[in-house]
């Protein structure tokens, strides 16, 4: 099934019926194309969701306060919008944010978090390998998350810092390098209206979406 449309819908009362899912979107002109390519094999698809797909309305973190009334809204849903209500409040989901299937299929691993010397700016890097362990060639996208383990203030469960998409040819394997700083970890204090981090424990989760995330390390900032 080609499912095209501008934002993510309940499906939970058809999806099972179907044998696979291609999320086009609104593709444009070359649209048609572009699918036809996607269907055929020609082209090995590695987009990955941009938003998290609900199994209900009644999930999602606007509801309740959309559409509102006498043409008001009133913004409800504070810092937790998109994935990172879904995730901190537990929320089971269709499809979470970052996710998305290939032809190929792949595997991640060997994940090393290294301080950056002498960085006065709480610079990482982290490392990660990625091999192709299918018959085609195809793309995957390494995502970097982090969680506040120390927090203070609400904060998400987890919040998207870095990403990396590669291409690999059949079992070509290969390391993606991703760089963390004080932004990476920081938090916005609107009591003093500026952003700031907090000293304590912070865990960097690595996967392929905001819930396949299997690789974790953990890492102090002073």
Not at 201 to 218: A, D, H, Q
Request: with cysteine; hydrophobic share 35%.
């Amino acid at each position: 099934m080609i499912l095209e449309a501008g934002a993510q819908i309940v499906m939970e009362n058809w999806i099972d019926n179907v044998n696979a899912l291609v999320e086009a979107w609104y593709p444009g002109q070359e649209g048609a194309q572009a699918i036809a390519e996607v269907l055929s094999g020609e082209t090995n698809p590695s987009g990955k969701l941009p938003v998290t797909m609900p199994k209900r309305w009644e999930d999602c973190s606007a509801y309740g306060s959309y559409p509102g009334a006498n043409e008001e809204t009133e913004y409800s849903d504070g810092i937790l919008v998109g994935y990172r209500h879904f995730d901190t409040k537990n929320i089971a989901v269709r499809y979470p944010f970052g996710y998305g299937l290939s032809y190929a299929k792949f595997s991640i691993g060997d994940v090393k978090v290294t301080p950056v010397p002498k960085s006065t700016d709480n610079e990482y890097t982290v490392t990660a390998s990625v091999e192709n362990t299918g018959d085609v060639a195809g793309a995957e996208v390494v995502q970097l998350y982090v969680h506040d383990d120390s927090a203070k203030v609400l904060r998400p469960a987890k919040e998207l810092k870095a990403f990396a998409k590669v291409f690999l040819q059949p079992k070509e394997k290969k390391d993606v390098e991703l760089h963390l700083n004080t932004s990476s970890f920081a938090y916005y204090d609107d009591v003093k209206h500026e952003w700031a981090t907090s000293k304590g424990t912070y865990e960097i989760l690595v996967g392929t979406s905001s819930r396949n995330l299997p690789l974790k390390e953990t890492i102090r900032l002073k």
